[in-house]
T-cell receptor
């Protein structure tokens, strides 16, 4: 089945540790996105990538890093520089800019 | 003021009722999306529209570009419709890659 997978669904880390969230898609989409969702707020864009080996910062990129070495994969690293990392993280992909986005199931990160 | 405002924030309905969720935005847009987020967190795209009206099953989405307003209607609501409904717009200005999201409407349909 085609789709987007994110793993793990729940993730716990100690403060000060870096953590990497996985996002994989087999939809052959060029564009991929990472969003953060906090209670009572709309999704906010962290990073996006239009094509392999290219990515741009979104609105809240500070404390995060990404890579796009393969078309199917767009991992997000939450670094210790991120001041408030506990949140729900959603990955999405689309055939290209301006197209409908397809979302993964999300990863809930809790930093203790 | 947020660029995308949804109302109501919370809505409780009885099974079978007709439901309307509203979305107002303040910028010129190229498209508006309605999304559904279930309790587990996953998001499903319901509609993408730039004018007029779209229908899928019991769901209807309308948009009025002049008034910068969209509505999502659910006919004959069912408890399985309980979810958060999110409006998102793609602005005409700025980068075409960015969607701006509303904070969502929590819908609960009681049996």
């Amino acid at each position: 089945d085609g789709g987007i997978t994110q793993s793990p669904k729940y993730l716990f880390r100690k403060e000060g540790q870096n953590v990497t969230l996985s996002c994989e898609q087999n939809l052959n989409h060029d564009a991929m996105y990472w969003y953060r969702q906090d209670p009572g707020q709309g999704l906010r864009l962290i990073y996006y990538s239009q094509i392999v080996n290219d990515f741009q910062k979104g609105d809240i990129a500070e404390g995060y890093s990404v890579s796009r070495e393969k078309k199917e994969s767009f991992p997000l690293t939450v670094t210790s520089a991120q001041k408030n990392p506990t949140a729900f993280y959603l990955c999405a992909s689309s055939p290209g800019q301006g197209n409908e986005q397809f979302f993964g199931p999300g990863t809930r990160l809790t930093v203790l | 003021k947020n660029e995308v405002e949804q109302s109501p924030q919370n809505l409780t309905a009885q099974e079978g009722e007709f439901i309307t969720i509203n979305c107002s935005y303040s910028v010129g847009i190229s498209a508006l999306h309605w999304l559904q987020q279930h309790p587990g967190g996953g998001i499903v795209s319901l509609f993408m529209l730039s004018s007029g009206k779209k229908k899928h099953g019991r769901l209807i989405a309308t948009i009025n570009i002049q008034e910068k307003h969209s509505s999502l209607h659910i006919t004959a609501s069912h408890p399985r419709d309980s979810a958060v409904y999110i409006c998102a717009v793609r602005s005409l200005s700025g980068s075409a890659r960015q969607l701006t999201f509303g904070s969502g409407t929590q819908l609960t349909v009681l049996p």
